[in-house]
Each structure stands twice: as C-alpha cells, then as structure tokens.
C-alpha cells in the first residue's frame, strides 16, 4: 500500500476505547472483551485472547506501534 493511502493520525480516544463500528457496547460479551484487553493493556502484551470467540486479539497499543491502519478491520485499530 502506498504511503500516501495510510490513515497515519490516531483517532481521539484512549486506546482502551475501541471505535463503536469495530466493538458495539451492545456486542455479546462487551464487558468480558473490554476487560481482556485492558488486562493485555497493563501487562504490556502483544494482545490477548478473545473471550467470545477463542481467537487472539491484538491490542491497540501493538497496532500502534505498527504506525499506520493496516485495513484489517482490527478491532481495537487506533487509527479508525
């Protein structure tokens, strides 16, 4: 992907806040997930496993680091 069509400005929220389009606070398991990533959040690990569906997660601290949106639709992407 070309430079110029990265979303490289972070979105306006903490990164313990995912965007509502990627993880509704209606989603099944809303708290459960929340409390997963916060807990990979303070441990400082790369992401975590989802409570719901068994799948690693990567957290939004990791997916900043990377420095752009992948387009991925990661669901605790900092940059949407």
């Known amino acids: 992907m070309p430079n110029e069509n990265k979303i490289t400005k972070l979105a306006n929220r903490s990164l313990n806040e995912p965007n509502e389009s990627r993880l509704s606070p209606d989603a099944d398991g809303y708290e459960l997930i929340i409390s997963a990533h916060e807990k990979a959040l303070a441990s400082g690990s790369d992401g975590y496993i989802d409570p719901i569906s068994s799948l690693f997660v990567i957290t939004a601290a990791t997916l ?11 669901r605790h992407c900092p940059y949407i």
Request: net charge positive; with cysteine.
């Open 64 to 74: 900043k680091q990377r420095g752009f949106c992948c387009m991925n639709n990661c």
